[in-house]
């Protein structure tokens, strides 16, 4: 076996230049799937993250009557003693953050300009406010007790030309069907790096969002965060009674589930186009191979070699630009995924509804694409080499020996 890879290693060597290149072609086209797969995954596993933290939660308690597809605040689509039930769910050990909110439609104006947004009553000190917090850009966060502060997002506030400290006016829909309107001033401004979200979001404490919607006492749902996801069935559990729903990050977030099987499915079909691109030029190089050495495989076979031995010989070449092909493409895709995952690719304002993207994609390489990645770029390569084994082994000794002719 030794032998034969020694005798594989000088037959690529007769042509270095070709050789080198072959493996580079396949080399390239690892490392451009190991890019592909990093992005993908660093994507949905963005999107997924940022959705659960700034929109879903893991687990989110309701009324039965409770449709997230329309902000009502009619009573019984609420929850009554929301901040007695968020305790007890918070004191659940799983449980890292649990918080009542109130959802509530709005329109915000500011001179001649004006937008509908989506008014989030909260509890300022929750855990669960943390990414409003580490994204302040200017200003301070509210107060329990503010009635008068708002946190608005950074986009809408360069849209109206705001800072903190401005006056800022917002007309909500009540429990009762009127619109009540009231001027606010911006505490603060934050930015989650999420261009849509920010842009259509503004956050009252909960005690002025329930005064100004008239739903005393009540809140739209408890979003709950939890140390780990795989205790989510087990919280689910413990929290189902009475007239109540719990949903789960799954179910609140379908979509982005479906999206991610439905990109892998596509994906598998362009990791194939581009290892079957970089198999042709494997394949040319040992049909170029078997061609030069006619007279060679003639005496081979002459002297008595088996086919299975001539085969033997390209299946060890084609290992060989394999192996170098992986290593210059796992170097090459190191760099490339290194890059993507430290500084990333800005996207922009690109949303897709019903995901929360952030303005920048971020590569994110498991080790499990890593090897499996490893290993198809690996039998693709024998694979190309079975047509020129073929080819080898099946030569005529005499016809070989006059160079084919």
Same mark, same amino acid.
């Given at each position: ?8 290693? #000088? +037959? ?6 070709? /050789? ?17 797969? /990093? ?55 799983? &449980?890292?953050? =649990? ?12 001179? +001649? ?9 909260? $509890? ?33 506030? $360069? ?19 009127? &619109? ?9 401004? %934050? ?27 009540? =809140?739209?749902?408890?979003? !709950?965060?939890?140390?780990?996801? /795989?205790?989510?069935?087990? &919280? ?16 609140? +977030? ?28 494997? *394949? ?12 060679? !495989? ?9 086919? /299975? ?50 303005? #920048? ?25 079975? %047509?020129? =084994? ?7 000794? *005499? ?7």
């Amino acid at each position: 076996m030794v032998q034969l890879f020694k005798l594989a290693f #000088r +037959n690529l060597g007769r042509n270095r230049r070709r /050789s080198f290149f072959s493996a580079l072609a396949l080399g390239m086209g690892l490392a451009i799937l190991l890019l592909m797969a /990093s992005v993908l995954e660093g994507e949905m596993q963005q999107a997924m993250e940022g959705t659960i933290r700034l929109q879903s939660g893991h687990l989110q308690v309701r009324s039965s009557s409770y449709n997230e597809d329309r902000t009502s605040l009619a009573w019984e689509d609420l929850i009554e003693k929301p901040d007695e039930m968020a305790g007890k769910i918070a004191s659940l050990e799983p &449980v890292a953050a =649990a918080t009542p909110r109130l959802f509530a439609s709005g329109i915000a104006a500011s001179g +001649n300009e004006s937008q509908g947004v989506r008014v989030i009553g909260i $509890e300022p000190t929750s855990e669960a406010n943390a990414p409003y917090i580490k994204g302040l850009v200017s200003g301070e966060f509210l107060a329990a007790d503010d009635r008068d502060g708002i946190l608005i997002g950074l986009p809408l506030a $360069e849209k109206f030309g705001l800072k903190a400290g401005d006056k800022f006016n917002l007309l909500i829909n009540t429990s009762g069907g009127n &619109v009540d309107e009231q001027n606010f001033v911006i505490r603060g401004i %934050y930015s989650t790096r999420t261009n849509a979200y920010d842009k259509s979001t503004v956050f009252l404490s909960l005690g002025k969002a329930q005064a100004i919607t008239q739903t005393e006492n009540h =809140a739209s749902i408890i979003f !709950i965060l939890l140390k780990d996801r /795989s205790k989510t069935e087990a &919280v689910v559990t413990a929290l189902q009674a009475g007239n109540l729903q719990v949903k789960t990050w799954m179910q609140m +977030n379908e979509l982005i589930l479906q999206t991610e099987q439905f990109a892998n499915a596509y994906m598998v079909v362009l990791y194939l186009i581009v290892l079957a691109i970089t198999a042709t030029v494997i *394949v040319n190089t040992l049909v170029m191979a078997v061609f030069e050495r006619t007279r060679e !495989i003639g005496i081979l076979a002459a002297i008595g070699t088996r086919s /299975s031995r001539i085969m033997a010989m390209f299946f060890a070449e084609s290992i060989l630009l394999g192996v170098g092909g992986i290593v210059i493409g796992l170097l090459l895709g190191g760099l490339m995924v290194a890059f993507a995952t430290n500084i990333g690719f800005y996207i922009g304002n690109m949303g897709i509804s019903g995901m929360l993207l952030g303005d #920048r994609i971020y590569a994110h390489l498991t080790m499990g694409d890593t090897i499996t990645l490893t290993i198809t770029a690996l039998v693709v390569a024998l694979l190309a080499a079975l %047509y020129p =084994a073929l080819l080898a082994a099946h030569m005529e000794p *005499v016809k070989a020996l006059h160079g084919g002719k």
